[in-house]
């Protein structure tokens, strides 16, 4: 597991992937927008994520013991033989599912 979250930054969590903004977030949890704010900046830190697609990895991964690269690897497979059955999806496609992979599976 790489860091340690409070019940509480699992709970902003939580609510974040339920789609709440963070001044919902805050209402519903009694607590400022700017302290929210805080939490969800020390979550980033703890599980040294750049943006909230790698928080939810990282949380998925550590605390629910999915493994997200052999999800992705799959569903990568899957557009793959999509993509060679339509020959008409453009190189524009696979450079973006390129960046994808390079940028969230570190091989």
């Keep these: ?20 903004t ?3 977030i805050a209402d519903k949890t009694h607590r400022s927008e700017l ?3 805080t939490h969800y900046q020390n ?10 697609l790698q928080i939810y990895i ?19 497979a ?3 033989v999509i993509g060679l059955q339509f020959l008409f999806i453009d190189e524009s496609f696979w450079q973006n599912v390129k960046a994808f992979i390079s940028t969230y599976i570190n091989f």
């Design 35 to 37: 302290t929210i704010k």
């Design 22 to 24: 963070r001044k919902e």
């Design 43 to 52: 979550i980033m830190n703890k599980l040294n994520a750049n943006d909230e």
């Design 1 to 20: 597991m790489s860091a340690v979250l409070s019940d509480t930054e699992l709970q902003i969590i939580k609510l974040r992937l339920m789609g709440f």
């Design 78 to 80: 899957v557009i793959v």
């Design 58 to 76: 990282r949380v998925l991964e550590d605390y629910a013991g999915i493994n997200i690269k052999k999800i992705i690897i799959g569903a990568i």
